[in-house]
């Protein structure tokens, strides 16, 4: 199916690995161009050389902060000043740190406030003006299925990211018809994230090694497995594309069928 994405130009917030890189890939080999954000060399290096290759758009990986508003600020001038606008934004951040409420110190929540929250809102309202400047203006925010089912140990995430579900849906009726808003909701993914909230429970002793963690992260998968990353960002392309042109103000699980609610 042809997404209709070529020549569009997409920005994806803290894309330098995990589900973000997986869906400017996904928008990157639809012939979008893309620019990703991240803050280590290293990582931004990479991204470059996995977006360069997965499609012939061009590409722009920027160092920025998201927690930081001039650094939001700038990444979306430099966008629009490189590509002369902006059609889709693509919102994602690092997860907060594992733990339960009790072990969860105040400060924490500050935090994962300013992380998860603030980040998106920041990057919209910069956005927004060149979004819906554009006849395909689009919006996804990736978030978790815990906003809609707990996740043990993960009090922030299960807390916080409800915020950006809210703010999705408030969004979808004041920016329509110019811009669609949309979340989807990633169960477990094979990402660099899980990998530490395994390491996290092995360390707590919850599990004796990596291979069992990862098999209690699938026990309960009807799909019998956790995602590839990949599988995310497609439906994130969709969802940017005019494919999805009457779909906004959804929260789309994608989960292997583990959310019971």
């Known amino acids: 199916m042809d997404l209709q994405l070529e020549g569009n130009v997409a920005l994806s917030t803290a894309a330098t690995s995990g589900l973000g890189l997986a869906s400017a890939e996904a928008l990157a080999a639809e012939g979008a161009h893309v620019v990703v954000c991240g803050r280590t060399e290293e990582r931004l290096e990479y991204a470059r050389e996995q977006l360069a290759a997965a499609g012939p758009g061009d590409v722009r990986a920027i160092e920025a902060d998201i ?24 919102t994602s951040a690092g997860g907060p740190p594992s733990g339960s409420f009790l072990d969860t110190p105040t400060d924490a929540w500050y935090d994962a406030y300013d992380l998860l929250v603030m980040s998106a809102v ?7 003006p060149h979004l819906a400047e554009s006849d395909a203006g689009s919006i996804v925010n990736i978030t978790s299925r815990s906003v809609r089912e707990v996740i043990d140990d993960l009090v922030l995430s299960n807390a916080v990211r409800r915020a950006v579900i809210g703010l999705m849906q408030t969004q979808a009726r004041e920016f329509a018809p110019d811009v669609r808003v949309n979340a989807v909701l990633p169960g477990a993914h094979e990402t660099a994230r899980i990998e530490e909230l395994i390491d996290d429970a092995v360390d707590r002793g919850e599990y004796d090694s990596y291979e069992e963690g990862l098999a209690d992260w699938a026990a309960d998968v009807p799909m019998g497995r956790i995602g590839e990353p990949r599988e995310l960002g497609d439906v994130v392309a969709f969802l940017s594309s005019p494919r999805a042109s009457f779909l906004t103000g959804a929260a789309i699980p994608i989960d292997g069928g583990s959310m019971r609610s």
């Open 122 to 128: 920041r990057t919209t309202r910069a956005a927004y």
């Open 67 to 90: 927690t930081d508003p001039d650094h939001v600020e700038a990444l979306v001038a430099e966008t629009v000043e490189t590509f002369g606008g902006l059609d889709h934004l693509v």
